[in-house]
């Protein structure tokens, strides 16, 4: 109660200051026309002066331009100008309608629109409503309603279970997904993976149990499902079966993949210690190849944080600093086994081909520091070149001062 006086108070004082020009006498009188013109005529003429000054207007010019300010101020003057009287009145009648409207208008508008709405909306926990999300809303409840009398419709528990996807509604999603299974007699690849996300999602992405479950049963119906093949990889890494991740991956790159997708994939082989096939590919048509296993010390197993990342990178004993072949990765178990080949050069000239003898380095450090900082823990060998493939053990044995 005490809030809406003080708000109408504050109102009826803005209103005030607002339409001071039009009640003031003093304000009617400094702002008669006669003087206003004055003023105007009396600034233009300074400006001519000013630019005769800069030599920006000549004098015959000057002239014609003073000529033409004073006629204007003649003919101004000449027009008949209201009454004092006269305009006051016209003036209080202006202060009367704003003092009064503005207030209503607020009032009213405030009422109807005001930011209490939002203030109610926040104390219920909620935010400003979105038309198109409650229509969007209301087409799927209605839905779900439908489904209610018909629950034998595969096609419509599938199509509740995307729209509930769209919704980020993942548990209601999966349930819905779920139905649609039952009805499909668990045939249909496409809705066991749909299903799979859709739980994994709504558990913060832990695709253990039976999320995986469900991708590896799309793979039986179709061995070659990019979803399933995708997923039922990131279940495996997430579990810590490199080898199945590696498989499925693998199989992944056979098909025709966007290239931002193939890259994606890639990515993920090398985070597991995996080449991607296409780089094996390579190596087996010639050049060194290195099979790098990489393991812990364990007066050092302590010290191992989190958030590291793992560096593995083959230089020249002797030779440019530049490394010849580099893998980043974050370990999921030890001892990790990974390897270094040509395909991983950063230089087309800087291979391992190019040299006989090569300092094989294992380095775990920050994300984005590929240089030794204090802290790092790190190990090397010198490996020199023999048949191939070549299997290095390197082991982290020393804490970069």
Same mark, same amino acid.
């Given at each position: ?56 207007? &000549? ?12 006629? /204007?101020?003649?003919? !101004?003057?000449?027009?008949?100008? #209201?009454? !004092? ?66 629950? &034998? ?105 966007? &290239? ?15 080449? #991607? ?26 010290? /191992?944080? #989190? ?27 030890? #001892? ?66």
């Amino acid at each position: 109660m005490m809030l809406g006086i003080l708000v109408v108070m504050l109102t009826l004082v803005a209103a005030i200051a607002l339409t001071r020009p039009w009640w003031s006498s003093a304000f009617a009188q400094r702002m008669s026309r006669e003087r206003a013109n004055v003023v105007v005529y009396r600034t233009r003429l300074a400006e001519i002066e000013h630019e005769v000054a800069a030599g920006n207007v &000549d004098a015959e010019s000057a002239q014609a331009l003073k000529l033409e300010l004073q006629q /204007r101020l003649l003919a !101004d003057a000449a027009q008949e100008s #209201p009454s !004092d009287a006269v305009t006051q009145r016209s003036s209080m009648r202006v202060a009367l309608f704003v003092g009064v409207f503005l207030p209503i208008f607020a009032g009213v508008w405030y009422y109807a629109n005001g930011s209490w709405r939002a203030q109610e909306a926040l104390a219920h926990g909620g935010a400003m409503p979105d038309p198109q999300q409650a229509q969007i809303e209301g087409m799927v409840q209605r839905l779900a309603q439908r489904l209610q009398q018909n629950p &034998d419709d595969a096609e419509g528990w599938s199509m509740l279970g995307r729209s509930y996807f769209v919704l980020k509604r993942y548990s209601e999603s999966a349930q819905a997904y779920d139905r649609a299974n039952q009805l499909k007699q668990a045939n249909d690849p496409d809705l066991l993976v749909a299903e799979g996300a859709a739980i994994a999602l709504a558990a913060d992405g832990d695709l253990s149990g039976k999320p995986r479950e469900l991708f590896d049963a799309a793979l039986k119906l179709d061995p070659d499902h990019l979803r399933a093949l995708w997923f039922a990889g990131q279940a495996a890494a997430q579990a810590g079966d490199a080898a199945t991740a590696q498989a499925h991956w693998q199989r992944l790159l056979k098909q025709n993949l966007p &290239d931002d997708l193939r890259a994606t994939v890639e990515d993920q082989l090398r985070e597991i210690g995996a080449a #991607p096939e296409a780089a094996l590919a390579k190596v087996a048509a010639g050049g060194p190849s290195l099979h790098v296993k990489v393991d812990v010390a364990p007066a050092l197993a302590g010290k /191992r944080k #989190p958030d590291q990342v793992l560096y593995v990178f083959a230089k020249a004993a002797q030779g440019p600093p530049m490394p010849l072949a580099v893998q980043k990765l974050r370990p999921q178990s030890w #001892p990790v086994e990974l390897t270094l080949d040509d395909s991983m050069a950063m230089a087309p000239a800087l291979k391992l081909s190019g040299f006989d003898r090569w300092i094989v380095t294992a380095r775990l450090g920050a994300e984005g520091s590929p240089m030794a900082q204090p802290g790092d823990l790190q190990g090397q060998v010198v490996v020199s070149r023999g048949a191939s493939p070549q299997n290095v053990d390197v082991v982290i044995s020393e804490q970069v001062p």
